[in-house]
């Protein structure tokens, strides 16, 4: 459900942020270090620190925001 939002986001930031997917069940260590106990988990980096944070489904307009925020 929330794979194709992040697929449409990754377009539209093209050059402006890095966006991808990671399936956790082919890659459990990265769950265990960024401790995601729930998906879908939206983790936003800055400068290689994590600063937000979505567990669960929302509307594009949600991660866009967070997104922005960070880009500001």
Not at 13 to 27: L, Q, S
Not at 37 to 48: D, E, Q, T, V
């Amino acid at each position: 459900m929330v794979g194709p939002v992040v697929e449409d986001i990754a377009k539209e930031y093209d050059g402006k942020a890095i966006v991808g997917k990671v399936n956790v069940d082919n890659n459990p260590g990265i769950s265990m270090k960024y401790g995601i106990r729930n998906i879908p988990a939206l983790l936003f980096f800055k400068n290689g620190e994590i600063v937000d944070k979505q567990i669960g489904a929302v509307p594009k307009s949600v991660l866009s925001g967070k997104l922005e925020k960070q880009l500001a």
